[in-house]
T-cell receptor
Framework: AQRVTQPEKLLSVFKGAPVELKCNYS??????LFWYVQYSRQRLQLLLRHISRESIKGFTADLNKGETSFHLKKPFAQEEDSAMYYC???????FGAGTRLTVKP | EPEVTQTPSHQVTQMGQEVILRCVPI?????FYWYRQILGQKVEFLVSFYNNEISEKSEIFDDQFSVERPDGSNFTLKIRSTKLEDSAMYFC???????????FGPGTRLLVL
């Protein structure tokens, strides 16, 4: 079955600490993976996608086909990064369950 | 910056009633989507729409659901006879031709009593 797994529902780190939000996927073809973010009381919005290999707001995500992962990383978390983060496999429109990141002062 | 808009922001309805959720996609976008998120659960894909027809739908999108683009701007999701388990946040999204990025609306919170 094609699916997206985000194993952590909640993740809490201190400001300035590194953060990694895990995403594993299962897909038989070439995956098109995205990270979406939803800040408190705001709409879901694109954070980044694997194909562009960009860094947005200090976040990066590398597609690792061997481990079937697309983990989201930031070396120094900021309080404003607190939000819900969703990994999504666009090939069949599947979202992970989401990880709520809290960055404590 | 153009945004996807959705109305109403909240809707309360009685079980068995019909509801229509409205979305105005970004004007030059041609692909439209509906998702739902039951409280505490993951975002689930319902349906995608292109060129005035459904291009893909999930197992959730059964006969009680329908979508329509009644005019050049609106994209609607109709639930014919609501059930308690239809209570959820419903998100509309749109994307440009040839572009994977989807832009989401703020959602409509539907509560079925």
């Amino acid at each position: 079955a094609q699916r997206v797994t985000q194993p952590e529902k909640l993740l809490s780190v201190f400001k300035g600490a590194p953060v990694e939000l895990k995403c594993n996927y299962s897909y038989s073809g070439s995956p098109e993976l995205f990270w979406y973010v939803q800040y408190s009381r705001q709409r879901l919005q694109l954070l980044l996608r694997h194909i562009s290999r960009e860094s947005i707001k200090g976040f990066t995500a590398d597609l690792n086909k061997g481990e079937t992962s697309f983990h989201l990383k930031k070396p120094f978390a900021q309080e404003e990064d607190s939000a819900m983060y969703y990994c999504a496999l666009h090939n069949d429109m599947r979202f992970g369950a989401g990880t709520r990141l809290t960055v404590k002062p | 910056e153009p945004e996807v808009t959705q109305t109403p922001s909240h809707q309360v309805t009685q079980m068995g009633q019909e509801v229509i959720l409205r979305c105005v996609p970004i004007s030059n976008h041609l692909y439209f989507y509906w998702y739902r998120q039951i409280l505490g659960q993951k975002v689930e894909f319902l349906v995608s729409f292109y060129n005035n027809e459904i291009s893909e739908k999930s197992e959730i999108f059964d006969d009680q659901f329908s979508v329509e683009r009644p005019d050049g701007s609106n994209f609607t999701l109709k639930i014919r006879s609501t059930k308690l388990e239809d209570s959820a946040m419903y998100f509309c999204a749109s994307s440009e031709p040839g572009e994977e990025t989807q832009y989401f609306g703020p959602g409509t919170r539907l509560l079925v009593l």
